[in-house]
């Protein structure tokens, strides 16, 4: 297990690769890694001859300064869970410095509006953050495949839409959402839940499980009210949204329409801790 923190030397381990012929997965993270994470990690190992993960917490994507400071680093921690998966791995942990210089600015993206949906109404810049990170990440990684886990279904379209955009030469895999046995979809930001907080959790994948059962016979605006009344009666969860949406464009559906997919969004706080989660409904 090499842990790197300079892009200069990163590049010289996959140019070695590289001349032999191996192909190089990526898994791109913000450390305090867990279970979903390392399920990212094995697919990612299985599907390619190397691999490299980043731990690296991202300022441009952080709206909320707090949080910025709060986000868990665990980078000890996060190395020994990964040689649980293997040896091999390339762990690229660089500084602020080494990946934006002088200069912490994020690019300006316009992602045919994907940006301005759910997350990006309440999280102003976020996505211009991640999309400038990852841009950065990939041109300094340079992988054949790139794994994104399907917690954040946003972030991945947006993803697959600037690799698109900029032709970067590297295939999205989406990894579906690992969770936690009582449901909670697994976050880094779990382990700050306070324990009664904690308990409460599960509620957020359990209503959307019912909302999905409701789509079946019931019209999106009533199962967006149904969801909305039931957290405003919850005595902890405070509910920011929750949307039903096309899952290529992403727009807010008002009807139904055959032949095409839909899927549900959640944003919730539990006490100070922003959960989000998503689900399939047909």
């Given at each position: 297990?090499?842990?790197?923190?300079?892009?200069?030397?990163?590049?010289?381990?996959?140019?070695?690769?590289?001349?032999?012929?191996?192909?190089?997965?990526?898994?791109?993270?913000?450390?305090?890694?867990?279970?979903?994470?390392?399920?990212?990690?094995?697919?990612?190992?299985?599907?390619?001859d190397a691999l490299v993960?980043?731990?690296?917490?991202?300022?441009?994507?952080?709206?909320?300064?707090?949080?910025?400071?709060?986000?868990?680093?665990?980078?000890?921690?996060?190395?020994?869970?990964?040689?649980?998966?293997?040896?091999?791995?390339?762990?690229?942990?660089?500084?602020?410095?080494?990946?934006?210089?002088?200069?912490?600015?994020?690019?300006?993206?316009?992602?045919?509006?994907?940006?301005?949906?759910?997350?990006?109404?309440?999280?102003?810049?976020?996505?211009?953050?991640?999309?400038?990170?990852?841009?950065?990440?990939?041109?300094?990684?340079?992988?054949?495949?790139?794994?994104?886990?399907?917690?954040?279904?946003?972030?991945?379209?947006?993803?697959?839409?600037?690799?698109?955009?900029?032709?970067?030469?590297?295939?999205?895999?989406?990894?579906?959402?690992?969770?936690e046995d009582s449901g909670?979809?697994?976050?880094?930001?779990?382990?700050?839940?306070?324990?009664?907080?904690?308990?409460?959790?599960?509620?957020?994948?359990?209503?959307?499980?019912?909302?999905?059962?409701?789509?079946?016979?019931?019209?999106?605006?009533?199962?967006?009210?149904?969801?909305?009344?039931?957290?405003?009666?919850?005595?902890?969860?405070?509910?920011?949204?929750?949307?039903?949406?096309?899952?290529?464009?992403?727009?807010?559906?008002?009807?139904?329409?055959?032949?095409?997919?839909?899927?549900?969004?959640?944003?919730?706080?539990?006490?100070?801790?922003?959960?989000?989660?998503?689900?399939?409904?047909?």
């Open positions: 297990m090499k842990v790197i923190t300079e892009k200069s030397e990163l590049k010289k381990e996959i140019e070695l690769l590289k001349s032999q012929g191996k192909t190089l997965g990526f898994v791109p993270t913000m450390g305090a890694l867990h279970k979903g994470h390392l399920s990212l990690v094995q697919r990612a190992i299985e599907e390619n993960v980043s731990i690296f917490v991202n300022p441009t994507q952080f709206n909320n300064p707090d949080d910025l400071v709060t986000y868990p680093r665990t980078l000890e921690r996060d190395v020994t869970l990964l040689q649980t998966a293997s040896n091999d791995i390339l762990v690229y942990a660089p500084t602020v410095e080494d990946i934006y210089g002088e200069h912490v600015v994020s690019v300006n993206y316009d992602f045919d509006g994907l940006e301005h949906k759910m997350e990006g109404k309440f999280r102003p810049g976020h996505f211009d953050g991640v999309g400038t990170i990852v841009k950065r990440l990939f041109e300094i990684v340079t992988p054949n495949t790139a794994y994104f886990g399907e917690k954040d279904f946003q972030q991945l379209a947006i993803i697959k839409k600037m690799v698109e955009m900029y032709n970067v030469p590297v295939s999205i895999v989406p990894c579906e959402i690992l969770r909670l979809a697994m976050s880094s930001r779990n382990v700050r839940l306070k324990p009664e907080y904690l308990e409460a959790s599960p509620f957020i994948y359990e209503t959307l499980k019912t909302s999905k059962i409701k789509f079946g016979t019931e019209s999106a605006k009533d199962v967006v009210e149904w969801v909305e009344s039931e957290f405003k009666n919850h005595p902890l969860l405070e509910l920011e949204y929750f949307v039903i949406a096309d899952v290529d464009t992403l727009e807010t559906i008002e009807n139904k329409k055959e032949n095409t997919l839909y899927r549900a969004f959640v944003a919730v706080y539990a006490d100070d801790i922003r959960l989000i989660d998503n689900l399939a409904l047909n």
